[in-house]
C-alpha cells in the first residue's frame, strides 16, 4: 500500500509541473507527455524495487501478509525480497518474560497474593499460524489469560502450607507443565514459570511459622533421645566386657598356675648373674621369697 501511494503522489507531481510547462506552447505537449512517460517508468520500477526489498531485524521472524492472504513460508533475519505490494509483520522470537501478579486461592479456601512470571518465545516455524489465528498481540489474547486461569486452577488443589514450603517448586513445575500442554500447540514455547513471591494473610503466616518451629523442636528432641540412648548402650557393651574379662581372669588362675609360676621365677632368678639369697618356705603357695642381694 505504501508503495502505491508513493508512486500516485509523484506522478502527480510530475504531472502538474509538466502540465504547468506545456499549457503555454501547444507544440511542445508531445515532446513534454514522452518525458513525462519515461519520468513515470523510471520512478516506478524504483519504487517497485525499494518496495520489494525489507530487512527483518535480528530475533525476529516476517510474516507475509499480500492483501489479507498469509504466506506460510516466513522470513529469516536479513535482507528478504518480497511482494511490492505485500505487507510483512515482523514477530520477535527472542525469549520474554509476562510476569503476574494475581489473588488465587489455595483448598482451605483462603486467599493468596502470588507473584510469577512465565519465560516463553514464539516457534520460528509456527509463526504464521500464530499470525492468522491469534495475531501479532498473541501474549495479551492468549498467554496472559490462560496463565492466570491454570495458576489459579492449581494452587487451589494444594494447602496453603505447601505453598509456603519447598513445595512450592513442585507447584511452579506443575503450572508449567499444564501451560506447556495448552501453549505448544499453538506456536508459543514455554520455558519456565518462577515463583517470585507468595503472600499469605498474617494470622495464616504466624500458625505456618509456629508448626516450622515446633516440628523442628521435636526433631532434635527425637536426635537428643536417639544419641543418648546409643551412649547408654556404649557404656552397657563396655561394662559387660570388662565383666567379662574379670570372670576369665578370676576363672583361668589357680593354686597350681601360681606354683608354676613361683618355680619359673626362682629358675630364673637362680640363673641370674646377681648374687640372691632365695629362700624357698614351705608356704601354701610354695612361693620363693626374696631377701635380698649379697654384696
Known amino acids: 500500500m505504501a508503495f502505491i501511494t508513493l508512486?500516485?503522489?509523484?506522478?502527480?507531481?510530475?504531472?502538474?509541473?509538466l502540465w504547468n510547462r506545456s499549457r503555454h506552447s501547444a507544440a511542445d505537449a508531445a515532446v513534454q507527455l514522452r518525458r513525462l512517460g519515461f519520468v513515470v517508468a523510471a520512478v516506478v520500477l524504483f519504487l517497485m524495487v525499494m518496495s520489494a526489498v525489507t530487512i527483518i531485524r535480528a530475533g525476529h521472524v516476517g510474516?507475509?501478509?499480500?492483501?489479507?492472504?498469509?504466506?506460510?513460508?516466513t522470513l529469516k533475519s536479513g535482507i528478504q525480497f518480497v511482494n511490492p505490494?505485500?505487507?510483512?509483520?515482523?514477530?520477535?522470537?527472542?525469549?520474554?518474560?509476562?510476569?503476574?501478579?494475581?489473588?488465587?486461592p489455595s483448598k482451605e479456601g483462603l486467599t493468596m497474593g502470588i507473584e510469577m512470571s512465565v519465560l516463553f518465545h514464539l516457534d520460528q516455524d509456527?509463526?504464521?499460524?500464530?499470525?492468522?489465528?491469534?495475531?501479532?498481540?498473541?501474549?495479551?489474547?492468549?498467554?496472559?489469560?490462560?496463565?492466570?486461569s491454570i495458576t489459579r486452577g492449581v494452587t487451589a488443589s494444594y494447602e496453603?502450607?505447601?505453598?509456603?514450603?519447598?513445595?512450592?517448586?513442585?507447584?511452579a513445575q506443575l503450572i508449567a507443565d499444564d501451560l506447556k500442554k495448552e501453549a505448544a500447540p499453538r506456536g508459543i514455547v514455554i520455558e519456565s514459570t518462577?515463583?517470585?513471591?507468595?503472600t499469605l494473610p498474617a494470622k495464616i503466616t504466624a500458625a505456618i511459622e509456629d508448626k516450622l518451629s515446633a516440628d523442628q523442636e521435636s526433631q532434635r528432641m527425637t536426635f537428643v533421645l536417639t544419641k543418648e540412648k546409643q551412649e547408654a548402650e556404649r557404656k552397657r557393651i563396655e561394662a559387660q566386657g570388662v565383666a567379662d574379662f574379670q570372670k576369665?581372669?578370676?576363672?583361668?588362675?589357680?593354686?597350681?598356675?601360681l606354683q608354676w609360676k613361683g618355680i619359673e621365677a626362682t629358675q630364673d632368678?637362680?640363673?641370674s648373674p646377681n648374687a640372691k639369697i632365695v629362700i624357698i618356705g614351705n608356704a601354701k603357695n610354695g612361693l620363693p621369697l626374696v631377701l635380698g642381694d649379697v654384696k
Not at 510474516?63 to 506460510?72: A, C, E, I, L, R
Not at 496453603?160 to 507447584?171: G, H, I, P
Open 85 to 104: 505490494f505485500a505487507h510483512v509483520e515482523q514477530l520477535s522470537w527472542q525469549l520474554q518474560e509476562l510476569k503476574e501478579t494475581m489473588d488465587v
Open 269 to 271: 632368678l637362680a640363673k
Open 63 to 73: 510474516v507475509v501478509d499480500t492483501f489479507g492472504n498469509v504466506s506460510n513460508t
Open 194 to 198: 518462577p515463583m517470585r513471591r507468595l
Open 126 to 148: 509456527k509463526a504464521a499460524d500464530v499470525y492468522k489465528t491469534i495475531g501479532e498481540n498473541y501474549v495479551e489474547k492468549f498467554l496472559e489469560p490462560k496463565f492466570r
Open 7 to 17: 508512486t500516485v503522489l509523484f506522478v502527480l507531481i510530475i504531472a502538474t509541473v
Open 160 to 171: 496453603a502450607k505447601a505453598l509456603y514450603t519447598s513445595e512450592r517448586e513442585a507447584v
Open 248 to 257: 576369665i581372669v578370676t576363672d583361668g588362675i589357680s593354686d597350681k598356675l
